[in-house]
């Protein structure tokens, strides 16, 4: 009886799919050796030597639909930016993109399931380009998000391909602009969450800590120790939290008084940076 855990421990080895994995666990009596062989016999030699190599490389794709309404974000990896760079490998990754934006895809196993346009599934399709290209190919995540009523999804990739985000926005106004705007302030300040209440309650803790450790050591008397820990936990809102940072584009105002100005809303964002 091949176990469900031998099925993923081949393929965490091999990197091939969990139905090929399985039939070749069955078809060598369970010998991983010979599993091994089997899936290296059907073209799929490149993922079982190169099982130990690190995918670090490749591009982040950022796209959404005709009309705005669903967004994707993901990241398909190599091993070298002369690959991540390839024609072919970066027309996999913008196919992929649309296959997750068309199927929606609840997890990365659904998503490796879907067909391409050309009928082969995404699973197929990476152990494909890793042994044609001769590096290990992965799809390592994506996010998939909606636009609220009435408003959009907008995406920004950073030249590169190697930092994206995608932000929903609603409002009055070209939404695309403002989004825009929104999604490259994401990509250069890295905000931790959109408004201050969406910030972990243990990292806001932490934020406490350290500046009543660092007050401590400086000396401060005990009972003020809160008083400048809550100074600080709000400096760290200011500089974290998307709607109370400066805007990059004109320091002078923050984020929400320029969403204000253009009656819009950012309602959440995805930012993936490569390997991140």
Same mark, same amino acid.
């Given at each position: 009886? /091949? ?9 965490d ?11 070749? &666990? ?12 089997? &899936? ?19 591009? /982040? ?5 005709g ?16 690959? !991540?760079?390839n @024609?072919?490998?970066? %027309?996999?990754?913008?196919?992929? *993109? ?8 609840? @997890? =990365?196993?659904?998503?490796?399931? &879907? ?21 290990? /190919?992965?799809?390592r ?5 909606? !636009?609220p ?8 990739v950073?030249p590169?391909?190697r930092?994206?985000v /995608? ?5 009055n ?17 890295n905000p931790?969450?959109?408004? %201050?209440?969406?910030?972990?309650a243990?990292?806001?803790?932490? +934020?406490?800590?350290?500046?009543? +450790?660092?007050? %401590?050591?400086e ?6 120790? @809160? ?5 600080? =936990?709000? %400096? ?9 940072q ?12 320029i969403?204000? !100005? ?10 993936y *940076?490569?390997? *991140?």
């Open positions: 009886m /091949i176990s469900a855990s031998d099925v993923k421990r081949l393929r080895m091999t990197g091939a799919g969990m139905m090929d994995c399985k039939k070749a &666990l069955t078809e060598s009596g369970g010998d991983f050796d010979a599993a091994i062989d089997f &899936l290296r016999k059907r073209g799929q030699k490149v993922s079982a030597n190169r099982a130990d190599r690190e995918a670090k490389e490749g591009v /982040i794709v950022a796209s959404v639909n009309d705005a309404s669903t967004g994707v974000i993901l990241e398909v990896n190599c091993e070298t930016d002369f690959v !991540a760079r @024609d072919e490998f970066q %027309r996999f990754a913008s196919e992929v *993109a649309g296959v997750a934006l068309n199927g929606k895809p609840g @997890d =990365l196993d659904a998503l490796l399931s &879907l067909n391409l346009p050309d009928g082969v599934s995404v699973r197929s399709r990476v152990d494909e380009l890793t042994g044609k290209i001769g590096e290990l /190919i992965g799809v995540r994506f996010s998939l998000v909606k !636009a009523t009435g408003g959009r999804v907008v995406a920004y950073h590169g391909s930092l994206g /995608i932000v929903t926005m609603s409002g106004g070209n939404l695309d602009d403002v989004g825009r705007d929104v999604a490259m302030q994401v990509a250069a300040m931790v969450a959109t408004r %201050r209440d969406e910030v972990d243990s990292v806001q803790e932490k +934020e406490m800590e350290i500046a009543r +450790e660092i007050a %401590r050591n000396g401060k008397p005990e009972n003020i120790v @809160d008083r400048i820990a809550t100074g600080k =936990l709000d %400096r760290f809102f200011k500089d974290n939290v998307l709607l109370e400066a805007f990059v584009k004109d320091s002078s105002q923050t984020v929400e008084q969403l204000r !100005a253009a009656g819009s809303s950012v309602h959440g964002f995805e930012r *940076a490569l390997g *991140a």
